[in-house]
């Protein structure tokens, strides 16, 4: 049954249509809204290519019986649904919590028609009408509700949906979501998948991260965070970026903390052993004070410096950092932290030292304002190795393909030289009948990339070897 639902969409989704009302539906006071471009996602993974109707059909072939033939009038024409799945579709929340998926209405009789054959497999109920609205439930549990222009999904049912449902419906352009300016900026993304939530339903953990040098006054219901994700080939590509339509909130928001300054590259030709690492990151601090404040007002990285300010001078170390700050994994094992710095009395004086945490230790140098923190001696000792190739593109400034002109932080998780190591091979292995499929995805990766131009805004990036390869096709084989 999947692959004939498979087959029906595969047909359906490359046929398009007009206008966008359908999107009235979408309440004014909605939290989140999310749209999927389901015509741009089947082609790009190719399910077309996989010729499923042709499979389909041959086995009904020599099946004379009225459902197969009725089936096969879908498969051959997936337009005879009455849906269009062509446009996109968008999926919101109610202010009573039930989760919508809006779709554009083709023909209203097909769909009914639809339904009709679905009943038959005693996958529905039968059509109803109130009030203009026309209702009927799946699988039990989902609630349809539509007219000749829109058809909702809701998950739940009974009456108290269908009243939900059949106001939603009613809706006028003025009186929906669609009219605001945060709906202009969601459509505008053009993406295969976008999401707009407020800040004030984003869990609390990553709230701090974009309310950094923000008043107490400003409530999280005037600050949205606007993400969006795009399988390209050769790269699958996340953004998000926080932004508020009130204009001294938004003031706010551009002047960020004053943490952070652009990337310099000062030690991307200083990785050890010859450039190979497993992770890489980089921030460029523009004031150790405001750093500080910074990683004080995010409740993860507060609890990590009041662990590390147990055993050393993680404070004053953080101060006195100056312009990039450096953490290179060079193994599962080892680690190597090197920054400039402005004040080097958190050495006490001494050019190296030890610093030792319960059963774990680290070796420091300061030398020449210069720091430098690893859990390895030689490790430390070979940072002054110059990285072959070098990692950053000087001419382009970008790093494998990543601009990071005008960013203030990014890291890099080395796929290729992680799915090397045992550590992870046997966190691959832990995940049991799926353990070959994951290795099979990880071994067409070469790396993930996260990058920042300051305090509200975020792109990850996850990179095949091959920039022919769709990573969508990579999950339909």
């Known amino acids: 049954m999947k692959r004939i639902f498979v087959a029906l969409v595969c047909t359906l989704l490359l046929v398009a249509c007009s206008q966008d009302d359908y999107t009235n539906v979408i309440p004014a006071n909605s939290k989140a809204v999310v749209y999927f471009d389901l015509k741009s996602i089947a082609v790009k993974s190719g399910i077309g290519e996989l010729n499923y109707q042709n499979e389909l059909l041959g086995k009904l072939n020599g099946n004379d019986s009225k459902n197969d033939k009725e089936l096969s009038k879908y498969i051959e024409d997936p337009t005879e649904i009455g849906l269009d799945f062509g446009k996109r579709i968008y999926g919101f929340y109610t202010a009573n919590d039930y989760f919508c998926i ?49 058809c909702l999904f809701s998950m739940g049912t009974g009456n108290v949906v269908k009243n939900t449902l059949t106001q939603l419906l009613s809706q006028s352009k003025e009186e929906s979501f669609a009219a605001s300016t945060r709906f202009e900026k969601l459509v505008a993304t053009n993406k295969d998948i976008a999401l707009l939530t407020s800040l004030d339903i984003v869990p609390k953990e990553y709230v701090g991260y974009f309310r950094v040098g923000l008043p107490e006054t400003v409530d999280n219901d005037k600050i949205c965070f606007l993400s969006t994700l795009n399988f390209d080939n050769g790269e699958i590509v996340f953004k998000g970026q926080a932004f508020s339509d009130v204009a001294q909130v938004q003031k706010m928001l551009d002047e960020k903390s004053g943490a952070f ?22 921030v460029n601090c523009a004031s150790g004070d405001k750093l500080l404040d ?11 410096l009041i662990g590390m300010n147990m055993n050393f001078e993680a404070d004053a170390m953080l101060k006195s950092a100056k ?3 450096q953490f290179t994994a ?31 230790s680290a070796f420091v140098t300061v030398k020449d304002k210069v720091l430098k923190i690893s859990n390895g001696e030689a490790t430390l000792n070979s940072a002054s190795k110059l990285a072959a190739p070098k990692l950053l593109d000087a001419k382009s400034g970008s790093f494998k393909g990543v601009d990071l002109k005008n960013k203030s932080f990014f890291a890099a998780f080395m796929v290729s030289e992680l799915m090397t190591q045992n550590m992870v091979q046997k966190e691959l292995s832990s995940v049991g009948m799926y353990a070959n499929y994951a290795r099979g995805v990880f071994n067409n990766v070469d790396a993930v990339v ?28």
């Not at 910074?294 to 990590?304: D, E, G, S, V």
């Open 330 to 360: 060079v193994n599962a094992d080892n680690f190597l932290v090197q920054t400039n710095v402005s004040d080097v009395a958190f050495a006490g004086g001494k050019e190296s030292y030890r610093i030792e945490a319960g059963e774990k």
């Open 294 to 304: 910074f990683c004080r007002k995010i409740p993860a990285l507060r609890t990590m």
């Open 323 to 325: 312009g990039d700050i």
């Open 450 to 477: 996260l990058a920042s131009e300051g305090n509200n805004d975020i792109e990850f990036h996850v990179m095949m070897k091959d920039s022919k390869i769709n990573f969508l096709k990579q999950i339909w084989k």
């Open 102 to 150: 809006t779709a554009k209405m083709n023909d209203e009789s097909d769909f009914e028609d639809f339904l009709e054959f679905v009943k038959k497999q005693g996958l529905a109920s039968a059509v109803t009408e109130k009030n203009g609205v026309k209702f009927a439930e799946l699988y039990g549990s989902v609630q349809v509700a539509f007219n000749d222009n829109t």
């Open 261 to 282: 300054g652009k990337l310099e590259g000062t030690f991307l030709s200083k990785v050890p052993y010859d450039g190979k690492c497993s992770a890489l990151a980089v």
